[in-house]
């Protein structure tokens, strides 16, 4: 029994002392072998040797466990170009109903009432079975022109845009400009295919809009104050889906707008690109770019085909449950966007004195202009 024991040991001594000699780690050949050396000695070595080697695989370990993090560093750099996209601007009137163009019933009158914001304190609903509605052909199909005609003019002659330049030189307003009808009401939208470039800086080559609010046919708004909505966006972005409001202008203004481009740009899949979420690549599976806007859009107009089958071109507040459509809709940022930053400046427009001289030429006053 002991014999055995004794011999065992031995052997396994033996594998040991012929490992430490000969393997490749260096230090392990000074814990064995010539045992006359010093105990002292041997432990010291053994600390050094077993602190390397925890230190080792700690760091090993680290190292896998921060590769399949997928680490990302972030740079910020600005690159100077000689000529860059002049962004799109989306201007809305808050007022875009034109009160003298729709018929002056009381039904009709409620009705607009009740798709408006002060639909929470006047309460009226809506009598559907009143004739006039089916006389005013309410229940026709309506197609844009027919809506269209409810609103104030945008691009037409004595519409919102009265005059547009850029690089000093007046702009061809049908061909620059795209009237857009979004649920607050017709807009228009400069540049909407990005064709104007620019290689200058400052306001006075840019686009310089001279637009007139007809706050005179004021009608249920789309809020409740007046004035304009602007809002500087790419071009192939709908400003209304990203949940943009941009800056609001008052009547009676002149104001400057300079505007600060940054462009994003994130790693795919598998790396995190904010918080702990993944960005969507610019291509989508059918190899058209992906917007993060038009991708509520889709999401929206497929709740409401699903609900009542029809699209419509404004639509009625409360009629589905906003904050339960956008947490459904699997839209997450794109991994390459553009943004716009906007500072301003105002100024009073036209000045007293001004609005004298237009009072005298023109034979109007209080002219509400915005540049
Ligand atoms: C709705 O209009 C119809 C037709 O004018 C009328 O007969 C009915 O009483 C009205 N209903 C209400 C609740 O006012
Ligand atoms: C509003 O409608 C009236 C009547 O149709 C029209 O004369 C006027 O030009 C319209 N105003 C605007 C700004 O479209
Ligand atoms: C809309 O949906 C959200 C989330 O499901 C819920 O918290 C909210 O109360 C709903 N609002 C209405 C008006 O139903």
């Not at 007022?95 to 798709?115: F, G, P, Q, V």
Request: charged fraction near 20%; hydrophobic fraction near 30%; proline fraction near 4%.
């Amino acid at each position: 029994m002991m014999n055995t024991e004794r011999k065992n040991i031995s052997t396994i001594g033996d594998i040991w002392n012929e490992f430490s000699q000969n393997t490749g780690f260096h230090g392990v050949n000074k814990l064995s072998g010539i045992t006359s050396r010093h105990k002292i000695r041997l432990l010291l070595w053994t600390c050094v040797i077993l602190s390397c080697g925890i230190y080792l695989t700690v760091t090993v370990v680290e190292e896998i466990k921060n590769y399949y993090r997928y680490p990302t560093t972030m740079t910020q750099y600005t690159k100077p170009q000689n000529e860059i996209e002049f962004p799109s601007v989306t201007v809305c009137n808050l007022n875009s109903l034109n009160k003298s163009a729709i018929k002056n019933y009381l039904e009709i009158d409620n009705y607009y009432s009740s798709i408006s914001p002060f639909a929470t304190y006047s309460n009226v609903a809506t009598n559907w079975s009143d004739p006039i509605f089916e006389q005013e052909g309410f229940y026709l199909d309506r197609t844009l022109e027919d809506v269209m005609t409810d609103q104030k003019y945008i691009l037409d002659p004595d519409g919102l845009l009265v005059y547009a330049s850029f690089h000093l030189s007046s702009l061809d307003i049908k061909k620059y400009f795209k009237v857009k009808l979004t649920p607050n009401g017709a807009c228009f939208t400069s540049n909407p295919d990005m064709k104007i470039k620019t290689n200058h800086v400052g306001s006075v080559f840019h686009l310089t809009l001279l637009l007139d609010l007809d706050s005179a046919n004021n009608y249920y708004g789309s809020s409740y104050g007046e004035g304009l909505q602007f809002i500087v966006h790419d071009s192939k972005e709908d400003p209304v889906f990203e949940g943009k409001s941009g800056f609001y202008v008052e009547p009676g203004r002149e104001v400057f707008a300079s505007v600060h481009k940054t462009q994003f740009e994130y790693l795919p899949k598998p790396y995190e690109a904010m918080g702990n979420m993944y960005c969507r690549d610019h291509t989508n599976d059918d190899g058209s770019e992906y917007y993060r806007s038009s991708c509520y859009k889709d999401c929206l107009s497929t709740f409401l085909l699903d609900r009542c089958n029809c699209l419509p071109y404004t639509h009625n507040r409360g009629f589905y449950n906003q904050t339960e459509l956008f947490i459904n809709c699997d839209c997450p940022l794109p991994c390459k966007y553009t943004h716009y930053d906007v500072s301003l400046t105002s100024s009073l427009f036209p000045s007293d004195f001004y609005s004298k001289k237009i009072f005298d030429v023109i034979g109007a006053e209080d002219l509400d202009y915005y540049r």
